[in-house]
């Protein structure tokens, strides 16, 4: 059994699709959600995680000197827990290479487009969906990849894509898009956990 720890920023619905599928899904039996760090105290995520009696911490930047302090801290939350599996599922910030090095192979990330297209610093939350219909694409979807000290250039794990419609609005995008994050999310996760299996 695997220990995961979910990295959020906001609603949390990533991680409640994780949570949910660790306890009646695809990872029942392979992983536990032990852990939810946020990055803001104002998360939806940290009720969530409180109705389904997961430890949670809030680690904010603005509380450390520096971003070597606030990343040890995330660090030695992550080592405390015994965490083998970090998720970041809307978590709205870079994470230290000091972390990416420690989980080399066991961190990932949720991206809400068709990556390598829409990724990149500053591509988060709506502005990809207003990236992705500004450029009148034709389909987007959900990445799952790995972290890496870059933004969003890790090797891809899943994705799904959804089709984009005509006259789509930012907000209609992103629930599609939101729903396939939920499905591949779980079965990235069961992939990775896997394949560590298998090199041991
Ligand atoms: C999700 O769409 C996720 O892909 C996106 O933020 C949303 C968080 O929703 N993440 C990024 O844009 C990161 N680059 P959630 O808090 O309900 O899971």
Partial sequence: MKNLAVLVSGGGSNMQSIADSAK????????????????????????????ENIKSVCVERKNYADAFSFNAAILKNLEENKIDIVCLAGYMTIVGVDIIDKYKGKILNIHP????????RGMYGHRVHEAVIEAKEKKSG??????????????????EEVPVFDGDTPELLAARVLEAEHEIYPL????????LDKEV
């Avoid at 695809?26 to 009720?47: D, R």
């Avoid at 487009?113 to 990149?120: H, R």
């Fill in 24 to 51: 009646n899904g695809a990872l029942k039996g392979l992983a536990k959600v032990v852990l939810v760090i946020s990055n803001n105290h104002a998360a939806y995520a940290l009720e969530r995680a409180k109705n």
């Fill in 113 to 120: 487009a068709l990556l390598p297209k829409f990724g990149g």
């Fill in 142 to 159: 959900a990445t799952v990849h790995f972290a890496d000290e870059n933004y969003d250039t890790g090797k891809i794990v899943m994705s």
């Fill in 188 to 195: 990235a996760i069961k992939k990775v956990i896997e394949n």
